[in-house]
């Protein structure tokens, strides 16, 4: 909270008439889309048309409620998808309406790629006016004002909407967060995978890749995949939670994870494909929509989007019977500089946060069964207390 | 969460780096250290300071009879000298000093120790001599009780720089316009409160970081300036800085008890060589197998060598404000009059800006804001907001991303951060 802002309030902005001075606009929701005219994000409207080459979204910043494996109720801020929703639902639709881990953003790259914030205020904690913002973690040649660090940038306040824009300039898999105390915000859940798909998708580069999906542009057709699943560590500390919801001072440095996890869920919630039921809490909004369990048919390559946004420890991740081929790592392709293909063979990958790793299990001649991903800092594998579970899901592989 | 605190304490730091900001540029940004074939080391105590205002006791290596400084005196050698190391021990507990990565380490004098020979306590004296045979970025610490007395703080850094000035290593891909130093290290005030209180042999084995440091300093101290009087035992600082398409040189070493994962904002970098050997394929093929990377993992006792550049390639639009009399983008706009930057991408000049900024009531704005989008512009801001970025420069968090580690104990923002500042080509650096 900057009490600083009280001080702004009523005050009448002169802007310099400078060559270099952007235009500035008005409070509120504002969502900027190009060929949007009814401001929902979208070019669902009669008269509306979306320009080539560009994408929009809506994200809503707010507070809301998830379930652990073990049943806690975990208050957490975070991310909800708003695209589509009229300016004037924006606040209503948004708030409680947190999402962990938030809503994936998938990108084809050299897209124009407008992503509205709105900062819709947290519910729970009236008594807090933070900012938000979106960092677009690991795009790379980034400029400070769509970087998201607050320290270098802004960050939007309650009630309003803050436009990022980027090319999405080179394919691979990314994370987002806000990054405004990021300590507090990230532990608390504003977390979630942002993915940029090369221009080589829907090409044949010559070799048999039937699905023409790829990794990245790798002109011979080695990251060819046919199914990509997220892989997101994340873990909670309750203790941290619980207090912010109970409005007492937080423990920064002797934060301490007891809910290890894979995109927003412990084992077994992890294997459920469809969202986990919906906290009261959160007047029933869905808060937890993305499932772990990964399927795929024998001969399948399937692909791992792998990437850490924990705030506090590092994680190792296996797959119990199927080789992992690591092809990417921090959304850059393997390769020396002279072009030598320099993806390897692995049973583990370890992440520290801020981390991605592009994971390709080739299924051709496995066994058809369940196989597990899991962490290998074995005191992971719980929920709290509950010492079955945690970091862990299901690899399911059918005829 | 509140931290109009730490905001206070963060304007006061930074004072001194944004007066230097305003100064003149160096040649070649070096890193701060001492050279030379003999180097004269005592090992001695002293306080060392943390952003939020704790005061811990440590032990490190001075430079003669300088005073005591963690991290030890980075020692920048040239390759193929004869480094003699005569280390004087002032603590009241045996010291040693072993150099990971270096062979055919002569130790003399003093008595053997577990890992080499020792200089006694109280006045008790050893040599260390080696040939720098090679190249790279390296570390040295104390090889006595190495759980508590690295941990107090007998540890540096040991460069060897190549014979070709303005690089890493023998091959153009370790080449750079500025280096910096990220002697990355974590800290449990408990050991030194044990060991100031009269424990000289402190349980380390229930380590629990709560402070993590970039050479020495918690932020935002990291950012103040070099020498800065009022840190008398951390006289390193780090605050990279460079022009868009100059390349920095990371010379990064894990010195803490954990690993930390360390996270460029703005752009990847290459890492070109690990525990000073580049990452090669054959010797004349350079960093070929070096990887990119947006968060590289400082490993205890290991180093990486890492280059970093940024251009804003494919922004999508002209960072530099440039804008077209007809609207014109890319050689029309060339052609019209519009000169491209130094390093300038064609593709992205004159095209505009390409969203419309809230307006200013609907801010939150950072103090390293210039007010302006554009690199090398100042905007209009509110009283009281922004003010250390009097260039307009693009700045760029480079921090732990185990984020738990960006604070000073329970206070946000800290810890193991410093921020890039990329200034307009027109703009001297200065590097304090
Ligand atoms: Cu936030
Ligand atoms: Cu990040």
Redesign the interface.
Known sequence: MRPSRSFWIGLSIILAACLLSPSWTVAGVNVQCPGDNDGDAQWATAGETQPGNTQCMHLAAGDGFVTMADGHLQYMFGFSDVTGVAPADVMNTGMLAAQFPGPTIKVKEGTNFYLTLTNVGMVMRPDLFDPHTVHFHGFPNAASIFDGEPMASISINMGSSLTYYYTAPDPGTYMYHCHVEATEHMQMGMLANLWVTPLQDGTDPGTNCASQKFVYNDGDGSTCYDVDFPVQIHAFDSNFHDLHVAVQPLPFALMKDNYPMLNGRGYPDTVNTAALPAPGENGGKDSQIVSSLITATVGQKVLLRVSSLSTVDYYTLTVLGIPMKVVGKDAKMLRSSTGTNLSYLTNSVTLGGGETYDVILDTAGVTPGTYFLYATDLNNLSNDSQDYGGMMTEIVISL | ????GMKRSLLTALAAAVFLLCGTMPAIAAINGITGTTFNLTAKSGYISTAEGGSYLAWGYANGNGLMQFPGPTLIVNQGAVVTVNLTNALAVPVSIVFPGQTGVIASGGSQGMLTREAAAAGGTVSYTFTASRPGTYTYYSGTQPDVQVEMGLAGALIVRPGTPGQAYDHA?SAFDHEYLFFLSDMDPNIHDAVAAGNLTPDTTSHF???WLINGRTAPDTMAAAGAAWLPHQPYNIMPMMHPGERILIRMIGAGRD???F?T????HRIIARDGRMLS?APA???????????T?AVPGSTVDAIYT????????D?Y?H?GPGGETGQACVDAGVALAAGESLADHCKP?????????????????SG???LG?M??L????GGF?PNGG????WH?????E??N?????GGLLT?LLIEHPSVPLMNP
């Open positions: 969460m509140k931290r109009t891909d970081a709560v402070y690993a930390h994962p996270h904002h703005g752009n990847h394929s093929n350079g960093a070929d197998l070096g990887e990119q990377a947006f968060t993992s940024w251009t804003g390639d494919k922004m999508g639009w960072f404000g804008a800006f390409p969203v419309t900024l809230p307006s200013q009531e609907t801010l939150t704005f950072g103090q390293f804001y302006s989008p554009f512009a905007g209009t509110p009283p009281g907001e970025n693009f700045l760029f968090m732990s991303h185990n984020e738990k960006i604070v104990f329970d206070i946000f923002p921020m």
